[in-house]
């Protein structure tokens, strides 16, 4: 099943999960809308057929949904009376740190034993390097900022692009650094206004007209609005635009490398239930396979680069 926010991917990784549990002889179950749909029954049999022509395809053919019910032991109870009813004793979970929060407890209540899949834009899990979507979603933000750079370069204005980031700033860190922001806002480390107006003034005086500022959707500011607000009102004559990517970042086609990644991920959760693996997340590290517990998955961030912070700063001057 997929669950939570959806990412560039998950199809592949549907397609991975399928075809690999068909070739060692399982039956194979797709739940649908996550969670909630465990909970209804709204779980059909998969075959090879299932998944074809799916590999391109952004967004997830499972859908997916926010469960309130499960959060009670009473929804556990009906999702846990459906999966027996279907005869399964196994799950794949593709989604972020909300849905292993979910499983660990499930898996308390319940001993079913899951994999967990990171599919998430936000590149925010820790025991992995990536996580299904972001590779295509950063792509897709750094193509939006290039061609606003385009129109703010034709105007000699300063634009101020948001980017998805509520709890991590990895979009706006890596797609700032590809496209030479003059800064880069991030929820990670606290905004100094001040520092960012001054940056922006002393860009004026030496005719650097043409100016790109990232902000996460996070940064403890308030985002691209209140930014843009704060640097007009202590600069007036600033010619300024806001431009906030929103949930364009989430579809398309995934990238080759999510692609790849998700293909790699989907084979290797299926695997690790076959060898007896459970409450585990599948994840990439140094390009290679690695599992880590759910519950310290669910819980703890990767770490941020924060020399990359410093580069931008660099760079920009």
């Known amino acids: 099943m997929t669950s939570g926010g959806d990412a560039p991917g998950m199809n592949a990784c549907i397609r991975a999960v399928v075809r690999t549990g068909l070739y060692h002889g399982l039956n194979v179950f797709g739940i649908m809308r996550g969670y909630q749909g465990m909970i209804e029954g709204d779980i059909f049999q998969m075959q090879t057929q299932s998944v074809s022509n799916i590999i391109q395809r952004g967004g997830t053919i499972l859908k997916t949904a926010r469960s309130k019910e499960f959060t009670t032991p009473e929804g556990r109870q009906k999702a846990y009376d459906q999966l027996k009813a279907h005869n399964i ?10 849905t292993f929060r979910g499983a660990v407890e499930f898996f308390k209540q319940f001993n079913i034993p899951a994999i967990g899949i990171p599919g998430t834009i936000d590149k925010d899990m820790a025991g992995t390097d990536y996580t299904i979507g972001f590779d295509t979603a950063v792509n897709t933000a750094v193509e939006a900022i290039d061609k606003i750079r385009d129109t703010a370069d034709a105007h000699d204005r300063l634009f101020v692009v948001e980017v998805m980031g509520r709890d991590a700033g990895y979009i706006a860190l890596h797609s700032g650094l590809a496209c030479g922001a003059e800064a880069v806002l991030i929820p990670e480390i606290h905004t100094d206004i001040d520092s960012v107006i001054n940056q922006v003034n002393f860009d004026n005086k030496r005719k650097k007209l043409t100016q790109i ?10 985002g691209a609005d209140e930014v843009a607000k704060t640097i007009k009102k202590n600069l007036p004559d600033a010619d300024l635009r806001v431009t906030i990517l929103g949930h364009i970042q989430r579809g398309g086609s995934p990238s080759c490398q999510d692609r790849i990644l998700a293909s790699r991920l989907g084979y290797a959760a299926v695997e690790g239930l076959l060898h007896g693996k459970s409450q585990q997340m599948v994840g990439i590290i140094n390009d290679h396979i690695h599992f880590t517990p759910l ?10 680069q924060k020399d990359m912070v410093e580069m931008i700063k660099v760079l920009a001057s």
């Open 89 to 98: 004793d196994g799950l794949v979970l593709i989604g972020g740190d909300g």
């Open 213 to 222: 500022l990232v902000v996460a959707e996070g940064d403890d500011f308030g």
């Open 295 to 304: 519950e310290k998955a669910a819980k703890q961030k990767q770490r941020l």
